[in-house]
């Protein structure tokens, strides 16, 4: 069910080692760097092209990444990072709102993001005193910018449209269901889009990051957020 265990296994080793000519070295490339792949690839003298798996731990952290944004100037949703706590919902919504959208540290797919009224809302899906994100449910559309970072600079594609929480498709309203090329933004908003990649790149570059890497963002009111990172190939 993931890549260390089928590199781990006996006929996994058997079969790269016999089909490796002895002058190569096997290159392992994964869809998702880890730790544990790390290790394995260590262990086998295999070469892994990808970035550490502690820069991608980093970035595809909600939490974290909220904070990289603001100290780096980056535009995001207007946001309270603290323990999910009566006293501190209670206050966010007197700041934010009603209605609120609450993000934990690590998630796939829109599992590690909420929906809440409540307080009670919010505690049926998430442990009380959880480190969360707070934000105000805005109504707008994502967009999302697939890129690649090389020695010669950065690579972005177009930016497409993200469909999300299709209900014939997901019960969650915050899960990614499809992409739309061309995305049919405005030119200021792909404009928007395109600068605060580059900004953004200049961070990665700073971490010697190198390879694919995706953004998405989100259009409220003609402005343009960025929501999260994932540092690696992306399923677009």
């Known amino acids: 069910k993931n890549s260390v265990l089928l590199l781990s296994h006996p006929k996994v080793l058997e079969f790269i080692k016999k089909n490796t000519p002895n002058s190569f070295t ?5 869809f998702k760097p880890s730790s544990k792949l790390e290790l394995i690839c260590k262990k086998n003298h295999w070469l892994l092209v990808a970035n550490p798996a502690k820069i991608n731990r980093l970035y595809e952290d909600k ?3 909220a904070e990289i944004c603001q100290t780096h100037h980056l535009p995001q949703i ?5 323990p999910l706590t009566l006293d501190n919902f209670n206050q966010v919504q ?3 709102g009603h209605e609120l959208v609450i993000q934990t540290h690590f998630g796939w797919a829109g599992n590690s993001t909420f929906f809440a009224k409540s307080y009670d809302d919010a505690t049926k899906q998430i442990l009380p005193r959880t480190l969360v994100k707070f934000s105000p449910l805005l109504s707008g559309y994502s967009l999302l910018n697939n890129c690649c970072l090389t020695k010669f600079g950065l690579i972005q594609s177009p930016p ?3 469909y999300t929480g299709l209900p014939a498709l997901t019960q969650n309203p915050f899960a990614t269901t499809g992409r739309q090329w061309p995305s049919l933004a405005p030119t200021t908003i792909q404009e928007q889009v395109k600068k605060i990649t580059e900004n953004f ?3 990665l570059q700073q971490q010697n990051f190198r390879g694919f890497f995706g953004l998405d963002f989100f259009v409220y009111q003609d402005q343009v957020y960025l929501l999260e990172c994932n540092p690696r190939l992306t399923a677009s």
């Open 26 to 30: 096997p290159a392992i490339i994964p």
């Open 63 to 65: 939490i974290k990444f």
């Open 78 to 82: 207007p946001n309270v990072v603290a």
């Open 94 to 96: 007197k700041k934010f």
């Open 160 to 162: 497409a449209l993200q």
């Open 201 to 203: 790149s200049s961070i």
